[in-house]
């Protein structure tokens, strides 16, 4: 094993065990349609780096959010991820400003690196064809409540 992927393994390891012993919050996050997800809140970066990684599925109901200090391109991954999901950029405002559907788990590395077309302050990461079936276009927003 290389030095960098003695590295990258090490930093796995310590991504899953802050990720086993924290709990992240959850908000619901109203679509929309009217749908309302149960969304995990994502605030530090080892939450965000971990995201869906290693889990089998995303119940229908549950979503991810993620939140970030400031506003960018923010890039996801899927790297370690099991399932495609659909992954959608919110402003300031919550409002969409890019949907990526049907984003495919990584099946290899490099993993392909998605970013919005304008930056963002939030991230959702909801089940694939979600979006679209509950009416998650560019320019809707989506109401939340951030956890204190």
């Known amino acids: 094993m290389t030095l960098r992927r003695a590295h990258a393994a090490a930093a796995l390891v310590a991504l899953c065990a802050v ?11 109203k679509l929309p349609s009217g749908a309302v997800l149960q969304t995990e809140v994502m605030i530090k970066d080892p939450e ?16 991810m959010l993620f ?5 960018d391109f923010h890039g996801i991954w ?5 399932f495609p999901i659909d992954i959608v950029w919110l402003d300031e405002q919550r409002k969409v400003v890019h949907v990526a559907e049907k984003v495919p788990p990584c099946k ?12 963002a302050a939030y991230v959702v990461e909801m089940n694939a064809e979600q979006a679209r ?10 109401d939340f409540t951030l956890p204190r």
């Open 78 to 82: 899927m790297k370690n991820c099991k």
């Open 67 to 71: 939140i970030f200090e400031t506003v």
């Open 48 to 63: 965000r780096q971990m995201g869906l990684m290693f889990r089998p599925s995303l119940a229908r109901d549950h979503a």
């Open 108 to 119: 290899a590395d490099p993993c392909p690196v998605y970013e919005p077309m304008q930056r």
């Open 133 to 142: 079936q509950e009416k998650v276009v560019l320019g809707a927003t989506l």
């Open 19 to 29: 990720a086993a012993t924290a709990t992240p919050a959850v908000i619901p996050l």
